[in-house]
């Protein structure tokens, strides 16, 4: 690949990197990749490279991420998952689903061990809990009750949709109940250190 | 990253000549690409060991585009402190090694 084309071609490839990454050294990055051609580096090895460090930044950027972000990207990713029923059936969506659920669960306790001891943290951890529920539940009632075309609903093996819709509203609940508990648990010890 | 920190001790630098630097380093053995040297750079810049440099050389002589670096006071402390690890880690090993030689 020659000139400008490789330099055009290596930052479109930047698009695969976070947001935010590519905001703050994309122009960088390109401008160092131009200085290495002018030097002889092959662009395939900078490719390489570019590539390389794609899951890495992703994987960061997934840990700094606060709580609406990852509930964001939960609800984007459902959206996904609706596609996916809709395309290759119901099996991968609910493995996603599940893989979705346990990464989110993994997140928030890696959040809330990263805290310092104390009521704040317990509140904070509480509303955190209720608003992934009120999400979950949100999600989940525009994934059965939206107005999608009938050919995706049947689709949908019915067992899977059972299970899925069972998992997601009972958890919801299950979320926002255990979250606004923990919210006043956080007040109540508070008050009581305050005395 | 500790390759960064040392080749920043010698002053602000710009991605290109901290890449050089450090193959100069490591004679040639770390080459690192713009994605591995921005992500290092990131976790530098978040972790305080290095920041922005707002200086720039005479605009006749480089390219306004390029940013440079410099190290910070916790960087240099970080830096030391690794030298004193690698020091200790190597004084200990060539112990073990006289020690193995003359058993």
Partial sequence: MRGDHACRAY?????????RFRRDFGDAMVQLHRDRRRDGTSWFRDVADLLRSVPVQHKEALRTMTTSGKLVTAAITTGVCVATFA???????????????????????????????GTT??????????ALGAGTFAVAFVFFGGPWP????EAVPGDVAWGVGFL?????I??????????????VAGRRLSR | VFHLLLALREGEQHGYALMHRVEDLTDGTVRMGPGTLYGAIKRMLADGLIEESDERPDPALDDQRRRYYRITAAGE???AAEVDRLETLLRNARLARTELGTA
């Fill in chain 1, 121 to 130: 943290s317990w509140k904070t951890t509480g509303w955190k809990l209720a």
């Fill in chain 2, 77 to 79: 402390r970080a830096c």
């Fill in chain 1, 150 to 153: 009938d050919s995706w609903r």
């Fill in chain 1, 87 to 117: 395309v290759i059936g119901g099996g991968y969506a609910a493995l996603t689903l599940t893989l979705l659920l346990a990464w989110i669960v993994a997140a928030l306790l890696r959040e809330r061990s990263g805290q310092p001891a």
């Fill in chain 1, 174 to 187: 299950v979320l926002v109940t255990v979250g606004l508990l923990t919210v006043v648990a956080g007040h």
């Fill in chain 1, 168 to 172: 997601a509203f009972v958890g919801s």
């Fill in chain 1, 11 to 19: 930052r479109a490839l930047l698009l695969l990197h976070p947001r």
